[in-house]
């Protein structure tokens, strides 16, 4: 098992940077494909950036290319979330999950492949 904690929201313009950062205890972090995902207001969780055990694979859904990046360090059992040029339609709150995975280099963009959640963060852009 896994517990992760997400930390690193808040208030931001427009325009502006955030970084989340997602800690991991108990296992390992390098067993598991992490990914963020969002839920904004009157909106279904959707899936933002993921990134496979190695690192090697990643995944942005496409409001989040070129704007956010997704990297890990499995030395420190966390991962990131970094963003920017946030818009105000990035208002949201932001979790951190982890899907148990045999492949290295494997990635799964659907919430229910995930095992386990983050309480997450909220971030709000104002205009």
């Known amino acids: 098992q896994v517990q992760l904690v997400e930390t690193g929201g808040g208030l931001v313009q427009a325009g502006g940077s955030l970084r989340l950062s997602c800690a991991a205890s108990g296992r390992a972090l390098d067993n598991y494909v992490m990914a963020w995902f969002r839920q904004c207001p009157g909106k279904e969780r959707e899936v933002v950036a993921v990134?496979?055990?190695?690192?090697?694979?990643?995944y942005y859904t496409d409001s989040a290319k070129g704007r956010f990046t997704i990297s890990r360090d499995n030395t420190k059992n966390t991962v990131y979330l970094q963003m920017n040029s946030l818009k105000p339609e990035d208002t949201a709150v932001y979790y951190c999950?982890?899907?148990?995975?045999?492949?290295?280099?494997?990635?799964?963009?659907?919430?229910?492949?995930?095992?386990?959640w983050g309480q997450g963060t909220q971030v709000t852009v104002s205009s």
């Open positions: 990134i496979s055990r190695n690192a090697v694979r990643i």
């Open positions: 999950s982890a899907d148990t995975s045999p492949t290295w280099g494997s990635i799964a963009i659907r919430g229910p492949d995930y095992d386990y």
